[in-house]
C-alpha cells in the first residue's frame, strides 16, 4: 500500500511569491491534516480536511489555506511568503471518519519551503 | 502557549540503557496521546498511544506511563538499540479537535553502541 505522497519535495521561493504543495493520501483515507514544522516552533497543525470540507483550523494567519478534492487529494496555498515561512510542510492522512474519532495519523515525508 | 510541555530536550543513553521522555499537558479535554517518532529526512511515525481510561500502555520495547491526576505521560523504551535513534514527539488531542493534534517539542535522543 502506497503511503503519503508529498509533491515537492524542496522548493525555493522569494518574499511575496505564493506556493501550492500538494498531497495524496493513502488510498481509502478520506482525512488530511496538515502540519508546519519548524526548528523554533515544532509541529503545528495548520488545518484538517474531510470529505472536501475544512474541519479543523490550526492558528495561521489568512495567507495559508488549502483545499481537497473529491479524490481526496488536498493541496494547501501559502500567499505572500514571508521569511518565517520557511518551513517543513508535513501533510498527514487518517481513515477516521466519525467526528470526534482519533485515528492515526500517516504523516507523508513533507515539502520543504525554502523563502529567500 | 505551548499545550504539551516534553523534557529533556536531548537524551544520550548507552545501548540497552532506559530513555524516558516526559510530557505534561495543562488541557483535561485531553483524551487522545500519541508518541512519534521522527528520522531525520522523514515525516513522523506513530509509535504508540494511550488513552486515559488506563494508566500504562505497553507495546514491544515502548511503553507509556500515564498520570491522570497529575496531567503527565511518559515514555520508556527498554532495551535502547541504536536503531532508536531519533527525534521523539509526544502529542496530544481532544475528541472536538480529533486529528488536530498538539506537539510537544521533540527530544533527540541517541543511543551510543
Known amino acids: 500500500k502506497a503511503g503519503v505522497t508529498q509533491t515537492p519535495r524542496y522548493l525555493i521561493k522569494t518574499r511575496g511569491q505564493q506556493v501550492t504543495l500538494s498531497c495524496s493520501p493513502i488510498s481509502g483515507h478520506r482525512s488530511v491534516s496538515w502540519y508546519q514544522q519548524t526548528p523554533g516552533q515544532g509541529l503545528q497543525f495548520l488545518f484538517e480536511?474531510?470529505?472536501?470540507?475544512?474541519?479543523n483550523k490550526g492558528n495561521f494567519p489568512g495567507r495559508f489555506s488549502g483545499r481537497q478534492f473529491s479524490n481526496s487529494r488536498s493541496e494547501m496555498n501559502v500567499s505572500t511568503l514571508e521569511l518565517g515561512d520557511s518551513a517543513l510542510y508535513l501533510c498527514a492522512s487518517s481513515n477516521s471518519w466519525i467526528q470526534g474519532n482519533t485515528g492515526e495519523l500517516f504523516f507523508g515525508e513533507g515539502s520543504r519551503l525554502t523563502v529567500l | 502557549q505551548q499545550q504539551v510541555k516534553q523534557s529533556p530536550q536531548s537524551l544520550i543513553v548507552q545501548k540497552g540503557g532506559i530513555p524516558i521522555i516526559n510530557c505534561a499537558y495543562e488541557n483535561t479535554a485531553f483524551d487522545y496521546f500519541p508518541w512519534y517518532q521522527q528520522f531525520p529526512g522523514k515525516g513522523p511515525a506513530l509509535l504508540i498511544a494511550i488513552r486515559p481510561d488506563v494508566s500504562e500502555k505497553k507495546e514491544g520495547r515502548f511503553t507509556i506511563s500515564f498520570n491522570k491526576s497529575a496531567k503527565q505521560f511518559s515514555l520508556h523504551i527498554m532495551d535502547s538499540q541504536p536503531g532508536d535513534s531519533a527525534t521523539y514527539f509526544c502529542a496530544a488531542s481532544s475528541r472536538a479537535g480529533a486529528n488536530n493534534l498538539f506537539f510537544g517539542t521533540g527530544t533527540r535522543l541517541t543511543v551510543i553502541p
Open positions: 480536511y474531510f470529505s472536501e470540507t475544512q474541519r
